[in-house]
């Protein structure tokens, strides 16, 4: 095999532990596909992916060193609560199912709802601060003699890999919503609302901690 396919593989074996990964992006893929379908889990999974890619290609060129300072990573932090503050308030009040609606009308509004999906997932990924910080350690040592085309599809890789199992997860949760009642859908939505929240204070708290901001409480 060519160097540049060896180095794909092995990007796609470094995202497939991501698999399991628990976090707002899996509860924001399960939560839309439920209440919106597979094609709004896909559109927020692509914009998960793109946020990703550009990540590591920041990483790999070097411009996060431009970036990669206390300043922004606290906005990133505090930016990133916020965004998801706002998201797990409106999954948890989110009290109605959607009611049947004809084709046409559907197929307009899911078209309108395609940027919005992508941008809530690229945001929502983005403003993660150690999320950055795992992709740095990641390319640092995966990159490292790897010619730029190389590094390329060892990004191309990882990202395939997340995205693919992204669309898994949004296609299984969207079939389950089959066999689920209104309510249950409703409590689902409450707990995926809960669940966010806790991420985001727990990254507000983290935040604030790793860049002791309040020495006095900590």
Not at 4 to 24: A, H, Q
Not at 92 to 104: A, C, G, L, M, Q
Not at 126 to 142: D, H, K, Q, T, Y
């Amino acid at each position: 095999m060519t160097p540049i396919i060896i180095s794909l593989l092995k990007g796609m074996l470094i995202g497939l532990p991501f698999v399991f990964v628990i976090g707002p992006a899996l509860f924001s893929i399960l939560q839309t596909s439920i209440n919106k379908g597979f094609y709004s889990g896909m559109q927020l999974a692509i914009g998960i992916s793109i946020s990703d890619f550009l990540i590591l290609a920041l990483c790999y060129f070097g411009l996060i060193q431009f970036l990669e300072n206390d300043t922004f990573q606290i906005i990133l932090g505090f930016g990133g609560s916020a965004i998801m503050v706002v998201y797990g308030i409106y999954m948890f009040n989110k009290r109605t199912v959607s009611e049947p609606i004809s084709k046409e009308i559907k197929l307009k509004i899911n078209w309108m709802g395609v940027f919005t999906e992508i941008f809530k997932g690229f945001f929502l990924n983005i403003m993660n601060p150690f999320l950055w910080i795992l992709w740095l350690s990641i390319m640092s040592s995966g990159t490292t003699k790897k010619s730029p085309p190389e590094a390329i599809a060892f990004m191309l890789g990882i990202v395939a890999m997340i995205f693919t199992t992204d669309l898994l997860k949004s296609f299984f949760a969207h079939k389950i919503k089959n066999i689920l009642s209104p309510k249950v859908i409703i409590t689902i939505n409450k707990i995926a609302g809960i669940l966010l929240f806790v991420c985001a204070v727990y990254l507000l708290v983290r935040t604030i901690i790793s860049f002791n901001l309040f020495p006095h409480l900590f």
